[in-house]
C-alpha cells in the first residue's frame, strides 16, 4: 500500500485528509515561549486567536521522534511512504524527515520512503498532495506517484499578499522602520516564491490594488494550463478569498477552487489578512481537474 504523508504546512479541507487518509506530521508551535504540535496540541483558530491578542509567536521544524514514530508505524505496516514538505530554503522540516528517513533505512533497508520538497508548501503542498491521492486511488505505481509530484513540485506557482508589514519585521525581511512607514502608506507588497525561496515581486498601495494584481500575475501564468485547480489559501478572513476568487474568474472564467485558511505554521509570518493564491504553470504527466 503506498501511504501518503505531508506536514502540517500543508493546507488543505480537512475532509480530504480524512477521505484519503493523508498523515500529517505536525510542525512545532511557540506560542509566548510554551510549545505546542500544530494540530495536536493547538487548533489553528487557537493561534489565530493568539496572533489577535499580539502574542508571540514562532515556529520550528517537527519533533525527530514524531517524525520517527509516524515513519516506522507505517514501515511495520509494510506500507511505501511518500512524504510531501515545505521548501528545504524556508524551513528545516525537509532536513529533518530526510534524516529520519536515512535512520530506518538502516533498520528496513527495502523499504520505499521517498522525502519530496514542495520547493514552497500551503496551498501548492495541499494541490501536490490532492493529486497523489487520486493516482494512489486509481492504482498507479509508487514510482509513477512520485515522478508526477517531483514534476508539481518544478511548476507550482505561490502568489501572496500581507495586510500588515509588521510580520515580514518580525521574520526579518523588512526593518522595524519600513514596515512601520509601510503600514502608514497602506502597503502590500506581493511576495511570490522561486525556486523554493520568498521573493518580494512588486509592492502597490491598498489591498485592493493587490489583489488585482495578484490576479492579473495568475492570468499570465496560467494560460498554458488553464483547466485545473486553483487553491486560495487566506489569514483567518474568507471574504478577502471570495473577492480574490471573484478577481480570478473575471479574468480567465469559472475554475474549480479550494478555499481554505493557511494554517498555523505559515499564518504565523503571513499574518492577518494575508491571502494567496496557488496553481501550476505547466500541465504534468497526470492531472485530475475534479473536487
Given at each position: 500500500m503506498i501511504k501518503l504523508i505531508v506536514d502540517s504546512t500543508t493546507d488543505l479541507p480537512q475532509t480530504y485528509f480524512e477521505k484519503y487518509q493523508i498523515e500529517i506530521i505536525p510542525l512545532i508551535?511557540?506560542?509566548n515561549g510554551v510549545s505546542f504540535r500544530d494540530g495536536i496540541d493547538i487548533s489553528l483558530d487557537e493561534v489565530y486567536q493568539e496572533m489577535r491578542k499580539g502574542s508571540k509567536i514562532k515556529t520550528s521544524q517537527p519533533n525527530i521522534q514524531d517524525v520517527y514514530d509516524i515513519l516506522e508505524k507505517h514501515l511495520q505496516n509494510q506500507d511505501d511512504i511518500i512524504i510531501i514538505t515545505i521548501s528545504s530554503k524556508l524551513s528545516g522540516t525537509y532536513q529533518t524527515i530526510t534524516l529520519v528517513k536515512n535512520q530506518l533505512?538502516?533498520?528496513?533497508?527495502?523499504?520505499?520512503?521517498t522525502v519530496?520538497?514542495?520547493?514552497?508548501?500551503?496551498g501548492v503542498a495541499g494541490l501536490m498532495a490532492l493529486q497523489g491521492a487520486y493516482m494512489i486511488e486509481e492504482g498507479f505505481s509508487y514510482d509513477e506517484v512520485v515522478a508526477n509530484l517531483i514534476e508539481l513540485s518544478q511548476n507550482a506557482e505561490h502568489i501572496f499578499t500581507l495586510d500588515d508589514l509588521t510580520y515580514l519585521f518580525q521574520g526579518g525581511r523588512l526593518t522595524k522602520a519600513a514596515a512601520m512607514l509601510g503600514n502608514?502608506?497602506?502597503?502590500?507588497?506581493?511576495?511570490?516564491?522561486q525556486d523554493g525561496q520568498i521573493h518580494l515581486f512588486d509592492k502597490v498601495r491598498h489591498m485592493r490594488k493587490a489583489l488585482q494584481y495578484i490576479a492579473n500575475l495568475v492570468e499570465e501564468?496560467?494560460?498554458?494550463?488553464?483547466?485545473?485547480?486553483?487553491g486560495i489559501m487566506h489569514g483567518d478572513d474568507i471574504e478577502l478569498a471570495y473577492e480574490l476568487r471573484d478577481l480570478i474568474v473575471e479574468r480567465i472564467s469559472e475554475k474549480l477552487f479550494i478555499l481554505d485558511q493557511i494554517g498555523s505554521a505559515l499564518g504565523s509570518h503571513l499574518g492577518i489578512r494575508g491571502v494567496g493564491v496557488f496553481f501550476f504553470n505547466k500541465k504534468p504527466h497526470y492531472y485530475r481537474n475534479e473536487l
Open positions: 508551535v511557540n506560542v533505512l538502516v533498520d528496513y533497508p527495502d523499504a520505499k520512503i519530496i520538497d514542495s520547493r514552497g508548501g500551503s502608514l502608506l497602506r502597503v502590500k507588497p506581493i511576495l511570490d516564491v501564468r496560467i494560460r498554458d494550463f488553464p483547466d485545473q485547480i486553483i
